[in-house]
């Protein structure tokens, strides 16, 4: 049922207007007052009132992607669904992509568009390759948004789940012969014995030969797509690349270069708006350098797309706690526990942003900005794992110049994993 608010009788007594507090916009909270949003929610939210600066901000983007601070907070996790919903429903996106395996999340995707099975069980495959931050209830819970919005969206175009990332090689690998197997036997027996050399780490050749192996199935595609379709043919062909880009390598900017190629892709050959939002942490996202990559994910798909077409968003705490994989002494293998932010500096982005008083802002970083939200100050962010037993790690840059806009949180909670 909707919510009227009703105007005050006429008969009913004048009251004094209070008198507005001055504000001063040379002080950082008089400046955020002005200028920040104040998010009215950071849970999913029946209305999306508080969101259209935010729908401003981005413009005629075709590319929003939305950075992760720690890989395990609730609050980032449900404010991006909050996102999602909004630029489904209001700025025409139809793919949400994620730093992801790109088979396991095509048959999550397979799900979202109605399809039989268990999404819980689809998110424990990424799981066990390492993903635990997908294996949570708030993904659990978008996933399943996204298949209710299909079944019910009427004339709009379905929205597609799709993964970026390039550690399910051996799920890729079996992809395309699973597709050859179906239009030609004989070329799915020679898949098998080429990509048979990507469990042996002593093989000298298997660079080679899947690389060959790629440019082979490339050269059939008007062979191949009548014996199957477009769709088809292109996802296991972006599969066998997904292969081949093992060798650019699974951390630094080798990584980044294969998920800013995955992800344009996918812009291409899903959906029908060439719209679509990334979902990855936010050191691959951003568009500065990082320690891992001079040239990171969000460098790239800039340097492809123009300013005016990607958009990203950073994500900020000002403390609390997030789910991470750690290290207890004797213990190897660690296990899935909390990390807690230390303290920020009283220099710190995240120091300042906590003088607005807010539980959440949206705070752009475009246009005509004050000098102390240009400067380079430290702000904290968190990986899959501590480094060094800390939990956290703390930087010191320019935010404008690593991202378009970002959401800070005041207090957060880890995100919630599935049973395991």
């Known amino acids: 049922m909707a919510v009227v608010l ?3 009788f006429a008969f009913a007594q004048k009251r004094r207007a209070a008198t ?3 504000l001063d916009a040379h002080s950082v909270a008089g400046w955020l007052d002005l200028n920040a949003k ?3 929610a950071v849970e999913p939210y029946p209305f999306t009132y508080d969101l259209e600066s935010f729908g401003r901000l981005t413009g005629e983007a075709t590319m929003v992607a939305l950075g992760d601070d720690t890989h395990g907070t609730h609050e980032f996790f449900t404010v991006k669904h909050r996102l999602i919903d909004y630029l489904v429903r209001d700025k025409g996106f139809d793919v949400v992509a994620f730093e992801a395996p790109f088979a396991i999340f095509n048959r999550l995707n397979a799900w ?4 039989a099975g268990d999404p819980q069980v689809i998110l424990g495959e990424a799981d066990r390759l390492g993903y635990y931050f997908w294996y949570t209830e708030e993904i659990l819970d978008l996933a399943r948004s996204m298949r209710e919005y299909n079944l019910h969206r009427g004339s709009k175009p379905a929205i597609e789940i799709a993964g970026f990332d390039v550690f ?3 799920d890729e690998a079996q992809e395309v012969i699973e597709y050859l197997r179906a239009v030609d036997p004989a070329a799915a027996v020679q898949a098998e014995t080429t990509y048979a050399c990507l469990t042996v780490s002593a093989s000298t050749t298997c660079e080679a030969d899947v690389k060959r192996f790629h440019e082979q199935l490339a050269a059939r595609r008007d062979e191949l797509v009548p014996l199957s379709s477009v769709r088809a043919y292109a996802d296991a062909l972006q599969s066998a690349r997904i292969v081949t880009q093992r060798y650019n390598g699974f951390a630094g900017e080798g990584r980044d270069t294969s998920m800013a ?3 344009l892709w996918l812009q291409q050959n899903r959906g029908t708006s060439h719209k679509i939002v990334l979902w990855a942490h936010q050191e691959h996202l951003g568009e500065t350098k990082t320690k891992a990559a001079p040239k990171p994910m969000g460098k ?3 340097a492809a797309l123009g300013d005016a077409n990607y958009f990203v968003v950073g994500t900020l705490a000002g403390g609390g706690t997030f789910l991470q994989w750690t290290y207890p002494p004797n213990e190897p293998a660690g296990h899935l526990g909390t990390g807690t932010f230390r303290d920020a500096p009283a220099e710190s982005y995240e120091a300042r942003f906590a003088e607005a008083g807010a539980p959440a802002l949206l705070i752009p970083l475009e246009g005509t900005l004050p000098a102390w939200l240009t400067e380079a100050l430290s702000f904290r962010w968190a990986g899959s794992a501590p480094v060094d037993n800390k939990p956290d790690l703390v930087q010191k840059e320019s935010l ?4 378009d806009a970002i959401i800070y949180v005041a207090v957060t909670t880890p995100a919630r994993s599935l049973p395991h």
Not at 112 to 115: L, P
Not at 400 to 403: D, E, R, V
């Open 300 to 302: 790239q798909l800039t």
């Open 261 to 263: 190629e995955n992800a």
């Open 112 to 115: 979202v568009q109605g399809g």
């Open 168 to 170: 399910g090689y051996l």
């Open 20 to 22: 507005p507090p001055v």
């Open 38 to 40: 104040r998010l009215v």
């Open 6 to 8: 009703l105007a005050p």
């Open 400 to 403: 404008p110049a690593k991202f």
